[in-house]
C-alpha cells in the first residue's frame, strides 16, 4: 500500500491495541465492536455502509467505504449477577465494577474494486467474581477472559451487484477459572484456581449482494479458533497453600454464521435486520491436563476428580431489527430491538458464566461534526428472560439468579482522511 497516511494510522492503532489487551469485559461472545451497531441491537451488521466495523462483521461491507478512513471505539459494559438460594441463607452478587471494551479498524480503497481493512477487537471477555466460600462454590468462585483479535481483510467489488471479502484472525487469549468443592477424606473444602494463555488464528469470509439500489443482503462467516492453552493449577485444600501443577487446557470458541439485510425505505429512513447462529457446541466441556502436584499423589486423585468442567452448551440463535432516521444533514437517529438465546440448560450452569435467554433494548444517535469527521453513541439495556436456576454439581437445585442484567453504553469516532 503506497498511501503513507494508511500505514501511519495502521501503526497507530496497533500500539492503541496492545494497550487494550490489559481490558477485559462481563460476559463471554462480545458483540459490542461499534457504537452504531450497538444502537440498532446489531441489525444489518456489516452492510449499512456506515461505520468501519464490517471489517469485523462482514468484510464484504468495506466496498462501502470509500478512501480510507480510522475508527476508534470505546463500550462500557456493567453487569448485575444477583443470587439468592431457596432457602434465603445464601445472597451474592458476582458483578465486578464497569469493565471497557475497545475496538479499533482502518479501512482502505486500493481502487475501484480491492478494498484493504485491519480490525483490533475483543470478540470475547468476561469478568466475574463471588466470595470463595460461598454457597454455590461448586458453580465457580472467580472468573476472567481476555482476548484480543488482530484481523487483517482485502475486499473486492465483483460488480455493482456482489461484492466478497475474507480475512483472517490471530489472537490471543488469556483465562482465569476459579472453583470450590467438598473433600470429604480431609473433611473440608478444597479451592482451585486455573490459569492459561495462548496464541491462536482463524479466518473469517463473507458476501454481499445489492439486487436493487435500496436493498442490501449480506452472508458471513467467522471460523471457531482452538485454543490450546499452557498455564498452571493453584489447589489450596486442608490448610495447605500454593500447591501448584503445571497445565494445559483446549478451548475452542464457536463457530458463526450471520445473515443480515437493510432496506434504505426513504431518503431518511432505512429498516435492517440480522439472524446470527453461533456453534456454541464447541463448549461442551473443558478438561484441565495437571502434570502433576509434587509428592503428594493423593492430593493428584482429588485433582483428578475434579479435572473436567461440564458444560454441555447448545447451538444458538440471535435475532435482532433496527432502524435509522436521519434528522437532518448532521443528526442520525437510530434503535432497535433483539432476541439472544442463551446457550445454557439449567443443571449445567457456572456460577461465573451464568448465561439465559436475553432481550435488548436499544438506542442511539450520530453527530457529523465535518465531512470528515463523525460521532457515535450507542446504549443498550439487555434483560436475562429465560431460566436463571443455579443447580449444584450433585444435580440438586440450590437457588436462582434474581438478575442477569447487562448495562452498555458505546462511543466512537470515525475520521475519513
Not at 484480543?148 to 465483483?158: E, G, S, Y
Amino acid at each position: 500500500m503506497k498511501n503513507p497516511t494508511f500505514k501511519i494510522a495502521a501503526a497507530a492503532m496497533m500500539v492503541a491495541g496492545a494497550f487494550a489487551t490489559q481490558t477485559y469485559a462481563a460476559g463471554f461472545q462480545l458483540s459490542e465492536q461499534s457504537a452504531i451497531q450497538m444502537g440498532r441491537a446489531m441489525a444489518g451488521a456489516g452492510i449499512v455502509g456506515d461505520d468501519l466495523s464490517a471489517v469485523h462483521y462482514n468484510p464484504a461491507g468495506m466496498t462501502l467505504l470509500s478512501g480510507t478512513r480510522m475508527q476508534a471505539t470505546g463500550t462500557w459494559v456493567a453487569v448485575n449477577l444477583d443470587y439468592e438460594s431457596h432457602d434465603g441463607s445464601v445472597t451474592e452478587n458476582g458483578r465486578l465494577k464497569g469493565q471497557t471494551i475497545p475496538a479499533g479498524f482502518i479501512t482502505h480503497q486500493i481502487n475501484d474494486s480491492l478494498w484493504a481493512g485491519l480490525g483490533l477487537t475483543v470478540p470475547y471477555g468476561m469478568g466475574t467474581e463471588f466470595n470463595e466460600n460461598w454457597g454455590g462454590m461448586d458453580r465457580g468462585t472467580e472468573s476472567m477472559i481476555l482476548t484480543f483479535d488482530i484481523n487483517p481483510n482485502l475486499a473486492w467489488k465483483v460488480n455493482d451487484k456482489l461484492s466478497v471479502g475474507g480475512g483472517i484472525s490471530l489472537q490471543y487469549a488469556k483465562a482465569e477459572l476459579g472453583f470450590g468443592f467438598d473433600v470429604p477424606s480431609f473433611k473440608t473444602a478444597a479451592h482451585a484456581n486455573v490459569k492459561g494463555d495462548s496464541w491462536a488464528w482463524g479466518w473469517n469470509v463473507g458476501m454481499m449482494f445489492q439486487p436493487v439500489e435500496t436493498v442490501r443482503v449480506g452472508l458471513a462467516y467467522r471460523s471457531h479458533i482452538a485454543h490450546n492453552a499452557d498455564g498452571h493449577t493453584t489447589l489450596d485444600i486442608n490448610g495447605m497453600r500454593s500447591l501448584t501443577s503445571d497445565m494445559k487446557v483446549r478451548i475452542k470458541t464457536p463457530d458463526t454464521i450471520t445473515l443480515s439485510a437493510t432496506w434504505e425505505a426513504t431518503d431518511a429512513l432505512r429498516l435492517s435486520g440480522t439472524a446470527r447462529w453461533s456453534k456454541w457446541s464447541n463448549f461442551k466441556s473443558l478438561s484441565l491436563d495437571n502434570s502433576g502436584f509434587g509428592s503428594a499423589p493423593a492430593i493428584d486423585q482429588i485433582a483428578a476428580a475434579h479435572s473436567t468442567i461440564t458444560n454441555n452448551w447448545d447451538d444458538t440463535w440471535f435475532f435482532s431489527v433496527g432502524a435509522d432516521y436521519k434528522l437532518n444533514g448532521q443528526w442520525t437517529v437510530r434503535g432497535g430491538v433483539a432476541y439472544d438465546q442463551g446457550p445454557v440448560e439449567n443443571q449445567y450452569r457456572m456460577a461465573v458464566i451464568p448465561d439465559t435467554d436475553r432481550v435488548w433494548f436499544s438506542g442511539g444517535a450520530s453527530y457529523k461534526y465535518t465531512d470528515n469527521l463523525t460521532f457515535d453513541f450507542g446504549a443498550t439495556y439487555i434483560k436475562g428472560v429465560g431460566d436463571k436456576e443455579l443447580v449444584s454439581v450433585n444435580e440438586k437445585a440450590s437457588g436462582e439468579f434474581k438478575s442477569l442484567d447487562s448495562y452498555i453504553f458505546s462511543a466512537q469516532m470515525q475520521y475519513l482522511f
